[in-house]
């Protein structure tokens, strides 16, 4: 794709997992950083922009604003066709993808928070619940990455990217069984150790 991205960003937020992929893809951005200190994600221009005041918030070369770290991952794939990062359309090996390049917002995340934030609470009912229990969704990865090295088989795609990411970050925040996991381990240190990874944690 033609043209310069604009990312809004602060390295301690999502919006690091789309520079990740923006470097993953080769694309050419700029990183227009937000302080969360002094509120320039509530101010009136940021809201024009991402009412929710959230990032990430991506500007597209036409000007298109989008959101949402799973929304963002899959267009820049289908963009950048020459990176790699999606399996082609309408096949076996997409289906796949985007069962798991949703799998993280939807099932790991708000499955995590709720383990670490609420571990002195009662447990919702599963039924309630996308993602069941905390550890139906560990079971789940635990059980694929000890089938295949990336969560669509032995290729790296963004869905492996939007799910190291999260896995990444909860452990380091401690979340629970994911230091104890050899399959979760091995994963995140296969796709934290991609080039692009590294150059996403340079300074901005």
């Known amino acids: 794709m033609q043209g310069r991205f604009k990312l809004y960003f602060h390295p301690q937020s999502r919006a690091a ?10 694309a050419d951005y700029e990183l227009v950083p937000v302080d969360f200190e002094k509120g320039e994600n509530r101010s009136p221009e940021f809201l024009a922009l991402n009412p929710m005041g959230k990032l990430p918030t991506l500007v597209l070369p036409d000007g298109t604003v989008m959101t949402e770290v799973a929304a963002i991952l899959a267009h820049l794939a289908d963009c950048f066709p020459e990176a790699g ?9 997409r289906a796949t993808y985007y069962r798991w390049l949703f799998f993280a917002p939807s099932c790991l995340e708000p499955a995590a928070v709720d383990a670490m934030m609420r571990k002195d609470s009662a447990p919702l009912p599963k039924r309630a619940l996308g993602w069941g229990s905390y550890d139906d969704v560990i079971d789940t990865l635990e059980g694929r990455l000890a089938a295949a090295p990336y969560v669509t088989g032995t290729r790296f795609t963004a869905a492996d990217l939007g799910l ?3 896995l990444w970050w909860l452990s380091m925040f401690g979340a629970p069984r994911l230091q104890e996991s050899a399959a979760i381990k091995g994963f995140v240190e296969r796709v934290t150790g991609r080039e692009a990874f590294l150059r996403h944690r340079q300074p901005a």
């Open 17 to 26: 997992v789309v520079r990740w992929m923006l470097e993953e893809v080769g």
């Open 164 to 166: 190291g990411a999260t």
């Open 85 to 93: 990062l999606a399996p082609a359309i309408a096949t076996p090996e």
